[in-house]
């Protein structure tokens, strides 16, 4: 019983880990496109999107 508890805490704690890096990216990521808003005043509306065509 002792090692599955073990074992399940380190899984948490990976899991917790994988989130917390996920969520840190995120914010970053918005802080960086605000900051861009804010000097550039039209980021948002810049059509800046990568398109490809699979059809021959």
């Known amino acids: 019983m002792n090692i599955k ?9 990976w899991l917790f880990l994988l989130y917390s890096f996920i969520t840190l990216c995120l914010f970053l990521a918005t802080d960086r496109i605000e900051r861009l808003d804010q ?17 021959k």
Request: proline letters at 0%.
């Open 39 to 55: 000097i550039t005043g039209n980021f948002r509306n810049t059509n800046g999107s990568v398109s490809i065509n699979l059809g």
């Open 5 to 13: 508890m073990k074992k399940m805490v380190k899984e948490g704690l």
